[in-house]
């Protein structure tokens, strides 16, 4: 099993920047991709980033790319989203997610078996 707990939400205005972090523990050694997923109130959760732990490669959605960048930390089994230049359309919950299948491109909330609670994320304009 794998646990995950994400911190870093709040509330920012418009243009300005939040880090989330998503720590790991358990058997972390089987985690192959980890990834950010959000969910705006009445939405569906949609994909954000992910990261392959092990080569480091990393996805975006198009609405976050040249903004959001997603890093890991091997040493502390954590995975960071940096947010930049945030928008009112990037509020939501914010969920970290784990898969240890060694998927290729992995967008599907159903790709991930192993989910963290959230984090609010409120960007006012």
């Known amino acids: 099993q794998v646990q995950l707990v994400e911190s870093g939400g709040g509330l920012v205005q418009a243009g300005g920047s939040l880090r989330l972090s998503c720590a790991a523990s358990?058997?972390?050694?089987?985690?192959?991709?980890t990834a950010w997923f959000r969910q705006a109130p009445g939405k569906e959760r949609d994909f954000v980033a992910s990261i392959r732990w092990s080569a480091g490669t990393t996805y975006y959605a198009d609405s976050v790319k040249g903004r959001f960048t997603i890093s890991r930390d091997n040493a502390k089994n954590t995975v960071y989203l940096q947010m930049n230049s945030l928008k009112p359309e990037d509020t939501g919950g914010y969920y970290c997610?784990?898969?240890?299948?060694?998927?290729?491109?992995?967008?599907?909330?159903?790709?991930?078996?192993?989910w963290g609670q959230g984090t609010q994320v409120t960007v006012s304009s």
């Open positions: 358990g058997r972390t050694e089987i985690t192959y991709t």
């Open positions: 997610a784990a898969t240890n299948r060694p998927l290729g491109i992995a967008t599907r909330h159903y790709d991930y078996n192993y």
